[in-house]
């Protein structure tokens, strides 16, 4: 440790330090694939390695650095592995791990325009950018009514729609009186969890969360919607939004947003899509099918977290109407008033989300847009998907497995035909050999293991050595069954 007695790390200490800290994370890259992609420790291990009183005195950064090998790599599961097939890509880049570093460093708090209004502005600068690498509606630039910002994540995202729809159906009169339980959602049987975590934060009441059918690539069935929406206005109840979403957690659906959209705006409805995983692909023209109907929706959000190689957390969210979502969530103390705000010349990005403060996120993005490019980015996207579709291949190919679910993209959701106990018993050894590491969902009341194909450094070796332990260790437990 410095002999510096303020205990601060001197600026040369900071710049040697900072570089062994580079070097590791480098370093890190290089040897992941020698550790088990899921951790192997028990409950409680990690924290029965800790000492149970803090440091009196502080200690040598060698020393701290040296127990992140020792007591922290152990318990933890290496989503950026190649081999990570798992959930969903969580994936990180060199350029974005960098622009954080920075971010981190400068250390500013972008609640305000006024507060750093580079921040503000290279924010709605770079969501503007994405707008029309996406091939979304102009209607969500900043240069129009709507606009985009960077919440952290797409729960986040779900929530302020939700928010928005509330104030908008009952002209904002809920947040001055509250909800009285008549205000009702809908959302597919395959939406993310977070869309029900949402109705209870912003008062709907989970039991006014309306799971509609889905048909059979498990896409949300517009026909259901519209029965539930008549049966629930019947009833004296006040519809208000739809959720949709372009690549499902489980199965990687598309709901079909220009009949969903024909039908709120019909109704009056609010409609959010969630793209959080599959919305990258529409970097690529022919994957911006999944984004027809997308005229008609309120609102949109996608994670660059995901499969952008964009370190969590970064949702982009994007609103046809910005004023509604401002008047939704803005309250302006008289500590945060500034002449900049009441000029009505700038964005507050604090009336966008839930929490006042807010990080510097668009740096990171703007580095992993600049750094790839365009074209850069949409190789590894087209790549990935090649991956996964090989994969989808081989399983049709075998007499042992099957396609559970169409895979458009890069998730593939297949199982043995052994039955639910041989798949969970599979992917359990699967996963315990740390080797590689997959999920399951059940589709159709079945047991089916999820392979994702998304992580920055995966290729097409890592791609095939998981389907020939998956197929050796399907035989291992077929042979165990005959026995």
């Not at 979403?245 to 199965?251: E, K, L």
Request: with cysteine; charged share 20%; glycine share 8%.
């Amino acid at each position: 440790m410095s002999d510096n007695k303020n205990f601060h790390m001197t600026p040369d200490d900071f710049r040697k330090y900072g570089r062994a800290v580079v070097d590791w994370i480098a370093d890190y890259y290089e040897r992941i694939e020698s550790f088990p992609v899921l951790s192997q420790v028990k409950p409680g291990q990690t924290r029965g390695l800790l000492p149970s009183e803090p440091p009196a005195l502080g200690e040598a950064f060698e020393s701290i650095l040296k127990d992140v090998d020792n007591l922290i790599i152990p318990g933890l599961t290496h989503w950026q592995s190649p081999n990570f097939f798992a959930f969903f890509p969580a994936n990180a880049s060199g350029p974005a791990i960098l622009g954080e570093l920075l971010s981190a460093g400068l250390g500013i708090q972008g609640m305000l325009w006024s507060t750093s209004p580079a921040c503000t502005e290279l924010e709605t600068h770079v969501l503007d950018w994405l707008v029309d690498m996406l091939g979304l509606p102009t209607k969500f630039k900043s240069d129009a009514a709507g606009g985009g910002v960077i919440q952290d994540s797409a729960s986040s995202a779900s929530l302020c729609a939700l928010l928005a729809a509330r104030e908008r159906a009952t002209e904002y009169g809920s947040n001055q009186q509250g909800c009285d339980g008549r205000l009702v959602a809908y959302a597919s049987t395959q939406t993310h969890s977070s869309v029900e975590k949402a109705v209870k934060i912003a008062g709907l009441g989970s039991q006014n969360l309306r799971l509609i059918r889905v048909d059979d690539r498990f896409a949300l069935r517009p026909d259901d919607l519209v029965k539930q929406i008549k049966q629930d206005r019947q009833d004296g109840l006040i519809p208000c939004f739809v959720c949709a979403t372009v690549g499902t957690t489980s199965s990687n659906a598309m709901d079909p947003l220009s009949e969903i959209g024909g039908i709120c705006r019909e109704e009056g409805l609010w409609l959010h899509v969630d793209g959080a995983m599959s919305g990258t692909a529409a970097l690529c023209p022919e994957y911006r099918y999944m984004h027809d109907g997308m005229e008609l929706a309120d609102s949109y959000c996608f994670n660059p977290h995901k499969w952008m190689f964009t370190n969590f957390d970064c949702d982009c969210f994007y609103v046809a109407d910005r004023e509604i979502l401002i008047k939704t969530l803005s309250v302006l103390p008289e500590y945060l008033r500034n002449k900049a705000t009441e000029s009505g010349a700038v964005i507050d990005y604090r009336d966008w989300h839930i929490p006042l403060g807010r990080r510097f996120r668009s740096l990171k993005l703007w580095f992993v847009i600049r750094y790839y490019g365009v074209e850069g980015l949409r190789y590894h996207i087209r790549r990935h998907v090649e991956l996964a579709q090989n994969f989808a291949r081989w399983i049709g190919e075998t007499d042992r497995f099957e396609l559970v679910a169409p895979a458009p993209l890069n998730l593939v959701c297949f199982r043995h035909l052994g039955g639910d106990t041989f798949n969970q018993q599979l992917l359990d050894r699967l996963n315990q050999s740390g080797n590689i590491y997959l999920t399951h969902t059940t589709l159709n009341n079945k047991y089916v293991l999820r392979f994702c194909v998304g992580q920055t450094h995966t290729e097409e070796h890592h791609v095939y050595q998981a389907w020939r332990q998956i197929q050796e260790t399907a035989k291992e437990l077929e042979k165990s069954d005959l026995r």
